[in-house]
């Protein structure tokens, strides 16, 4: 099989995965409270995290960190997983998954507002465009179609959805200048997010979880946090470009509404669909903006 075949296989893997995550952030949350899912399973990521760089043969790179790497990794563990996560989970918590989802897709819409103060980078009309759409699309989700109501069903669920967004944006923007292995930079966000997190989990709702919460922290902890990454960096690294494989991104938030349908057992409603399509077009034109 040759590497482009390989590439997409790769891909569709972390497509199907992604699939799934906005189920089990449903599903885990009638076992365990917010705080208690982000903290198992950003225990979980990082377990799985450093089974892989052992696989890898990296662990030898951890000696070589210095003491800035440790500090920014220290910083960037606070973006994510803990205020990134923490934020989304309490989105998840309060709105459907059929909303919370198509409105984290927001995040490369955030990420290019966002680079204009932070990176000077210019907004064309092109990308002007693709943000009007993109948030035409959020309208829609946020008043479930009554477009015309300036009623939003739940303001904060769609405040927390969108607020996570920022939180994403910012993350990846202050990785822009990380030359590390990807997978030992995320490893260390990870174990020093699950650290941030114990202080929370201690004063807040404690450490006892059921047996079903924690088969969904430990769900969301391998496959979202951890494989979904490894996966999607194989595919990139394989592929001939970056838009051969990026494109079936676009695939995973129609997959991930029908497995809502069917496992979280929500309606779907016409307004969802409407405003997924808008938010997906807008990110759309904006690679096409960014691939001009």
């Not at 003491?67 to 803990?82: E, T, V």
């Amino acid at each position: 099989m040759d590497r482009q075949k390989q590439a997409y296989l790769y891909a569709l893997a972390t497509v199907l995965l992604w699939s799934t995550v906005a189920s089990a952030f449903k599903l885990s949350l009638r076992h365990i409270d917010p705080i208690g899912l982000l903290f198992y399973a950003s225990c979980v990521s990082c377990l799985f995290l450093f089974v892989v760089l052992c696989g890898q043969q990296k662990l030898g790179r951890i000696k070589m960190l210095r003491r800035r790497d440790w500090l920014r990794a220290a910083g960037l563990g606070a973006l994510n997983p803990l205020a990134y996560y923490l934020i989304l989970f309490e989105a998840y918590d309060r709105l459907p998954a059929q909303e919370a989802q198509p409105l984290n897709y927001t995040w490369a819409v955030t990420l290019a507002l966002l680079s204009i103060p932070l990176l000077k980078q210019k907004i064309g009309l092109r990308a002007l465009a693709a943000l009007l759409i993109s948030y035409a699309g959020v309208w829609v989700i946020a008043t479930r179609g009554a477009v015309a109501s300036l009623q939003f069903a739940d303001p904060l669920g769609v405040g927390l959805a969108l607020g996570s967004t920022v939180i994403w944006a910012l993350y990846w923007i202050a990785n822009t200048k990380n030359s590390g292995d990807p997978v030992l930079s995320l490893w260390l966000n990870f174990l020093f997010g699950s650290l941030w997190v114990c202080p929370l989990v201690a004063f807040g709702p404690g450490w006892s979880v059921s047996s079903a919460g924690l088969l969904g922290a430990a769900y969301v902890g391998v496959f979202e946090m951890g494989l979904s990454f490894v996966l999607w960096l194989k595919a990139l690294k394989l592929s001939k470009t970056t838009a051969q494989v990026g494109n079936l991104i676009f695939l995973a938030p129609f997959l991930s509404l029908i497995l809502i349908h069917f496992l979280v057992g929500e309606e779907i409603l016409a307004s969802t669909f409407l405003g997924l399509a808008l938010i997906l077009t807008g990110n759309l034109v904006q690679q096409i903006r960014a691939q001009a």
